[in-house]
C-alpha cells in the first residue's frame, strides 16, 4: 500500500510501510474473528521494486502476519496481464525473499512471469501453490 499511496507525513517509506502493515494486521485479525482461522496477503510490489523489498519489504509483510495463527498465505503478485508486459528481474529475489517470510503458503503465478521455477527449491520450508495459466495468451 505505501508504494499507491502519497506520503506527506511519515520521515521514511519504510515507517510508512510499517504502519501500512499493523493495520493489514489489525484487519486480518478482525475479519478471521468472524471466519476461519486463515490469513492472505496479495504483495504486489515485492517483485516490481526488488530494492525496496529488501529494505523493507520483508519485515512490513512479517508484520501484517504478525500473531496471525492458522494458514498464513502470501501471494507474490506479477502484474495484471493486460497492463504488465515486461517483468522486472527482481522476481527471482522476491521468491528468495519468501524464504524468511513467516507465511507459510506462497503462491506464485509462474506462467505469466516465466519464472523459473528452480528457484522453488529454495523455499523448501514453504508450501507453493503455483498459477499456470498465462493470461496474455
Given at each position: 500500500m505505501s508504494q499507491q499511496a502519497q506520503n506527506d507525513?511519515?520521515?521514511?517509506?519504510?515507517?510508512?510501510?510499517?504502519?501500512?502493515?499493523?493495520?493489514?494486521?489489525?484487519?486480518?485479525?478482525?475479519?478471521?474473528?468472524?471466519?476461519?482461522?486463515?490469513?492472505?496477503?496479495?504483495?504486489?510490489?515485492?517483485?516490481?521494486?526488488?530494492?525496496?523489498?529488501?529494505?523493507?519489504?520483508?519485515?512490513a509483510l512479517n508484520r501484517a502476519l504478525e500473531g496471525i495463527t492458522g494458514r498464513r498465505r502470501c501471494h507474490i503478485c506479477f502484474g495484471y496481464a493486460a497492463v504488465i508486459h515486461a517483468r522486472a528481474a527482481g522476481v527471482f529475489d522476491s521468491c528468495r525473499s519468501c524464504m524468511g517470510c513467516c507465511a507459510m503458503q506462497i503462491s506464485l503465478e509462474t506462467a505469466q512471469s516465466n519464472l523459473d521455477t528452480k528457484v522453488l527449491a529454495e523455499l523448501?520450508?514453504?508450501?507453493?501453490?503455483?498459477?499456470?495459466?498465462?493470461?496474455?495468451?
Open positions: 507525513f511519515y520521515p521514511s517509506e519504510e515507517e510508512a510501510a510499517m504502519d501500512y502493515a499493523a493495520a493489514v494486521n489489525a484487519e486480518i485479525r478482525g475479519t478471521l474473528c468472524c471466519r476461519r482461522r486463515r490469513g492472505a496477503i496479495d504483495e504486489p510490489y515485492m517483485q516490481a521494486r526488488p530494492e525496496k523489498a529488501r529494505q523493507y519489504g520483508l519485515k523448501e520450508n514453504k508450501k507453493i501453490i503455483l498459477g499456470v495459466i498465462n493470461l496474455t495468451t
